[in-house]
């Protein structure tokens, strides 16, 4: 037994599968169910939340608006700040995060472009191939009778289609005049900051 590590990532099945050989009932959440996931959770995962179940289907009966959105921020950014801070082409006393908030500014605002926009590193056809036949195996074992592998299909190749499995290649990248420049204009703003 691996314990939890799988190839080095722990999937959802082999926890359940670990977490079973303690425990009498263990649940999977799934959160790809129509609907509100608080009242799903609420009402058919946890046992004995009775009036919690029932406040929450109060709650959107209502119509107040209770829910926010987890979006999902692309930690291209985020990549890209952290090659150029390694490559030292800004000033170290600005923080990382500030960084990455002005190139996401400068890309979207300025250049009117989105993350897609950059120089990307994706996977090949067979590694995303790889990556559904395994998402589909995993759906198949933890919900054996969930109906819906179309749409899961569907979801996948809109991903594939919209570069969601891609990543900035930083190192082209920063060979761009676009993001030379701006770099330049960061280091410059890090030796203002320092008064120098």
């Not at 977490?19 to 004995?48: K, M, R, Y």
């Not at 608006?65 to 692309?74: C, G, L, M, S």
């Not at 996401?104 to 996977?123: A, S």
Request: glycine residues 4%; positive net charge.
């Amino acid at each position: 037994n691996k314990g939890l590590a799988v190839s080095g990532w722990s999937a959802t099945a082999h926890m359940a599968d670990f977490f079973s050989n303690t425990f009498d009932n263990v649940t999977v959440f799934d959160i790809t169910n129509p609907g509100d996931l608080n009242t799903h959770f609420l009402c058919n995962v946890l046992e004995n939340a009775n009036q919690a179940c029932a406040a929450q289907k109060a709650l959107v009966s209502s119509g107040l608006n209770q829910t926010r959105k987890n979006v999902a921020n692309p930690l291209d950014y985020d990549m890209l700040a952290t090659a150029a801070s390694v490559k030292g082409l800004f000033s170290l006393d600005l923080k990382r995060s500030h960084v990455a908030k002005k190139i996401r500014q400068h890309f979207e605002d300025k250049l009117g472009l989105t993350v897609r926009d950059f120089p990307l590193i994706c996977p090949s056809l067979s590694h995303a191939m790889a990556l559904f036949n395994a998402t589909v195996a995993q759906e198949k074992k933890l919900f054996p009778d969930k109906a819906g592998l179309p749409e899961l299909e569907a979801r996948f190749q809109k991903r594939l289609a919209t570069k969601a499995f891609c990543n900035v290649d930083v190192e082209k990248a920063l060979t761009e005049q676009v993001w030379i420049d701006f770099f330049k204009s960061l280091h410059s703003e890090g030796k203002e900051k320092l008064g120098k």
